[in-house]
């Protein structure tokens, strides 16, 4: 009452009601799963799944083939890992609280993480550090149970996990609490989101892709490697333009949007990767099937192509717009060679030499079928 001299403070996470004789506790409002964002992000989320574990499968049966021998980065080991980054926005978009907050954080770090930490084991500086010209173990590397991509890949992820515990360590994360137009509602959300506690995650997620292309810029292009490098090089790219949008939409965007928009960047990054590294392949394997082969240069598919046409035109009674009937070349080969005999006999040159070089050729021509 006015003038009271018996105030009550209400407890935390409550506020006096409007006749200030009683303490109501607060409504915490979050990002619903029931709101339009969150089912917009849970669609994108299953379709991105969806995709991914089909081209999984596609890959995996075509993992004897050319395409997918040649390729380098695209290890269809990291392919389960992509399925998970498309998750990465569950615990975001889940009440936030202690353990969803710091499980995102980490979640996080692991599923970025570890593929980059697949993509450090396999670039030219390890190659050229622990395999010889012919991707042999160097001797130096000694008795090891697992391979030296292996160890630096494992290493990279117990660094990871350090990196995790320093920061949660360090910067603890905290349930931020903003007022609202309603002044018994309160929005809440992680700290984490709003201070330094992300910032230091970006940072370090950034600094390990640019240790992947420090790592990758001495590789060597060839015409078996030069799609590949460039679209890993593109991969790079984007991947600091989504670290850039992330900071934007955390330090730029307040509420439910804030969430909402962090959610889809984090499907960016998985999108990211599926598209620049397995996505060629998958392209090549479905639509290009003529590409996924040894030899694809313009000369081996021309007698391919020529080949084709002499058994058609060998089996069949087509006739070909080009090329005579075999019955008019085989009698102009014959003739052919029984001027040519002739002629020598004439001017007295080597009888015998001419006779098998006009048999040889003759039969040659008529029984080659690619003529």
Not at 275 to 299: G, H, R, T
Not at 305 to 312: L, P, Y
């Amino acid at each position: 009452m006015q003038d009271s001299l018996a105030c009550t403070t209400c407890p935390k996470y409550s506020t006096a009601n409007a006749a200030q004789d009683e303490c109501i506790t607060q409504f915490e409002d979050y990002a619903y799963w029931s709101d339009a964002g969150s089912l917009i992000m849970l669609f994108l989320m299953v379709a991105g799944v969806c995709f991914t574990i089909y081209v999984a499968v596609v890959l995996f049966k075509n993992r004897e083939t050319p395409v997918m021998r040649r390729a380098k980065n695209a290890v269809l080991a990291l392919l389960p890992f992509i399925v998970i980054l498309f998750l990465i926005p569950i615990p975001l978009l889940s009440k936030p609280n202690a353990s969803s907050c710091e499980g995102y954080r980490a979640f996080f770090v692991l599923t970025l993480g570890i593929p980059l930490a697949a993509l450090i084991a396999k670039s030219v500086y390890v190659d050229n550090r622990y395999y010889d010209s012919d991707g042999q173990i160097k001797e130096s590397w000694g008795q090891c149970m697992c391979t030296p991509r292996v160890a630096v890949a494992l290493g990279t992820v117990l660094i990871h996990v350090i990196v995790i515990i320093v920061i949660a360590v360090k910067l603890p994360n905290e349930i931020s609490r903003f007022p609202t137009e309603d002044p018994y509602t309160v929005y809440i959300e992680c700290s984490m989101h709003t201070g330094f506690g992300f910032l230091a995650v970006i940072f370090y997620i950034m600094f390990m892709a640019t240790l992947y292309t420090i790592m990758s810029m001495s590789e060597e292009i060839s015409p078996e490697n030069d799609m590949e490098v460039r679209w890993i090089s593109f991969c790079m790219f984007v991947w600091y333009v989504i670290c850039f949008f992330y900071v934007v939409v955390a330090y730029g965007v307040m509420g439910k949007a804030k969430i909402f928009g962090l959610a889809f960047v984090d499907l960016l990054f998985a999108v990211n990767l599926l598209a620049c590294i397995y996505l060629p392949k998958w392209y090549v394997i479905v639509f290009q099937p003529e590409k996924n082969q040894a030899d694809v240069s313009p000369w081996s598919m021309y007698v391919k192509t020529q080949e084709k046409v002499s058994v058609r035109l060998s089996e069949g009674d087509e006739e070909s717009p080009v090329l005579p009937k075999r019955g008019t070349l085989a009698s102009t080969a014959k003739e052919s060679g029984k001027a040519h005999g002739d002629s020598d006999k004439e001017n007295g040159k080597g009888h015998e030499d001419s006779d098998i070089n006009g048999k040889t050729d003759t039969a040659g021509l008529i029984n080659d079928t690619d003529v």
